[in-house]
């Protein structure tokens, strides 16, 4: 797999690990269901969607390993947080109804414009 797919791969893996985290906390119960940590941490073993999200990054922490076998780990990094940052809010908008003021859109982007110079800075 080239090393600029890779990196796709990646943020794309980070975004949907993290959109499974976020239906399994709703399935539990959200924040009300953290007010009893032992509840919450049985609740949570007994979730599909947690053991989905596991899966999810395991699969992530894979690809992650051979993207910085090929890239320096700081040009990973950036790469994929410059991606991670705008597919990240967007997919929460997309399925949990997020939403973020114009301002914060503003700063995710300068943000993963900063990030995106660090890995082009280096080629």
Do not use: D
Not at 4 to 9: D, F, Q, S, Y
Not at 11 to 23: H, P
Not at 33 to 47: D, G, H, R, T, V
Not at 100 to 113: A, C, D, E, F
Request: proline content about 4%; charged content about 10%.
């Amino acid at each position: 797999m080239p090393t600029k797919l890779l990196i796709i791969a990646v943020s794309i893996n980070a975004v949907i690990g993290q959109l499974l985290l976020k239906r399994a906390l709703l399935s539990i119960g959200g924040r009300p269901a953290l007010a009893s940590i032992p509840k919450f941490l049985l609740a949570a073993m007994m979730e599909p969607w947690v053991y989905a999200s596991i899966a999810v990054q395991g699969f992530g922490y894979f690809l992650w390993m051979v993207l910085i076998s090929r890239e320096k780990i700081g040009v990973a990094t950036a790469s994929v947080a410059a991606g991670f940052y705008i597919l990240m809010a967007f997919s929460a908008w997309v399925f949990y109804n997020e939403t973020l003021t114009p301002l914060q859109w503003i700063g995710l982007g300068i943000i993963s414009i900063g990030v995106a110079c660090i890995g082009l800075g280096t080629a």
